[in-house]
């Protein structure tokens, strides 16, 4: 017998030999076929046999899969359906599961489900096979450059014709992305800044790419970006940066990064907020008037002449009333005048208002004081 039944494999009997024996025929041909036996019930690793039975695994995992792409195929921990999609197609008394797939096509279902013993097991297996909605990423420094980097992803991009509602499941862990020494990305120093990680679908190869969020670029996933390739010279907050310049790409909001560095540039504090996104999250939270309150400052906090900045993250609502005098109040943001007034008299109060985009800067002038400033933030 090649094998005990455990696993272990042992010679047969008159092995090992002792010096000086002579070797026969019998010994040689039962022992080399005993062998043969034993070679004949082991996998072949460029799988010319298969398993005769269930193979456990004692308690391993199978690492490195290729991704299922056809019915029979095993399927990756990120190739699992979405909780959203399983529990949309298996809601209902009497709901027809005929739409859950794995990705890539593995593994449909036909059945029809109408009794609770059923609808438990497929609400179990909603949750059980549901993978993560937040995209896991991380953001480091070193040497003055920071490094963005996201695990393996399973994303679903729009057609990048426009006129087109198909979409593409690209599964891939990207490559990290540097933002060298001196590549401010539109950053400000001693300024809150928020780093929005982009996800492109470079012809089914997922890239990273990073955008301030002061610069207003559209991100809604709705269109497609170009990008410019990152160097140690990328210093505006409306540019998409990435590794390798790409032209007219569809592309998914993974996530953020909040810092403050002290001399813009130069990547020396390690980020205050990592966040992963799923779905449109960014626009929602980056919505106006989303989890904001109104508040008032006062004349210490808000100075005329004086620059502050929206690091909340999200647009905020500005607006302010100079006391009645003579001369000219302006508002100004990111450099441009979005509003003045002129007092001429005791009743010549005028109300200037105005949305700051997020990392956007912003700066009241009056001749005197003013009578209110309250933010929407």
């Given at each position: 017998m090649a094998r005990n039944g455990s696993g272990t494999?042992?010679?047969?009997?008159?092995?090992?030999?002792?010096?000086?024996?002579?070797?026969?025929?019998?010994?040689?041909?039962?022992?080399?076929?005993d062998i043969g036996t034993a070679l004949t019930g082991s996998l072949a690793k460029d799988g010319q046999t298969v398993p005769t039975n269930n193979l456990p695994m004692g308690g391993f995992k199978l690492t490195g899969l290729a991704a299922g792409s056809a019915n029979g195929e095993s399927v990756r921990f990120e190739q699992l359906p979405t909780l959203a999609s399983l529990g949309a197609a298996a809601s209902g008394a009497n709901a027809d599961i005929s739409a859950l797939n794995f990705a890539g096509g593995v593994a449909t279902t036909t059945q029809a489900v109408g009794d609770n013993s059923t609808k438990v097991a497929t609400t179990a297996f909603v949750q059980a096979a549901s993978p993560i909605q937040i995209q896991p990423i991380s953001a480091s420094v070193n040497a003055s450059a920071l490094t963005i980097t996201a695990s393996a992803l399973t994303l679903d991009f729009r057609s990048t014709t426009l006129g087109s509602g198909t979409v593409t499941r690209v599964t891939g862990a990207p490559a990290s992305l540097v933002v060298p020494s001196t590549a401010t990305l539109g950053t400000v120093s001693a300024t809150q800044s928020r780093l929005a990680v982009l996800a492109l679908n470079n012809a089914g190869t997922v890239e990273l790419a990073v955008v301030n969020i002061a610069g207003g670029n559209d991100l809604t996933e709705t269109g497609l970006i170009s990008t410019t390739a990152i160097s140690?010279?990328?210093a505006s907050a409306s540019v998409v940066y990435s590794t390798t310049a790409r032209t007219n790409v569809a592309y998914r909001v993974i996530g953020y990064v909040e810092s403050t560095q002290a001399t813009a540039g130069t990547w020396a504090t390690?980020?205050?907020?990592?966040?992963?996104y799923g779905g449109q999250a960014l626009a929602a939270m980056s919505s106006l008037g989303y989890g904001q309150t109104w508040q008032s400052f006062t004349s210490v906090q808000r100075a005329s002449g004086t620059t502050y900045y929206?690091?909340?993250?999200?647009?905020i609502y500005v607006a302010f009333s100079?006391?009645?005098?003579?001369?000219t109040s302006t508002l100004v943001v990111n450099g441009i005048t979005v509003g003045s007034t002129s007092q001429g008299s005791a009743n010549g109060n005028g109300q200037l208002t105005a949305v700051v985009p997020s990392g956007g800067s912003y700066v009241g002038t009056w001749s005197s004081a003013f009578?209110?400033?309250?933010?929407l933030r």
């Open positions: 494999y042992s010679l047969p009997a008159g092995n090992p030999v002792t010096g000086g024996t002579t070797i026969s025929s019998t010994w040689a041909n039962n022992t080399l076929s140690a010279a990328a390690a980020p205050s907020t990592i966040q992963g929206n690091t909340t993250g999200r647009p100079p006391n009645s005098n003579t001369g009578a209110f400033w309250a933010e």
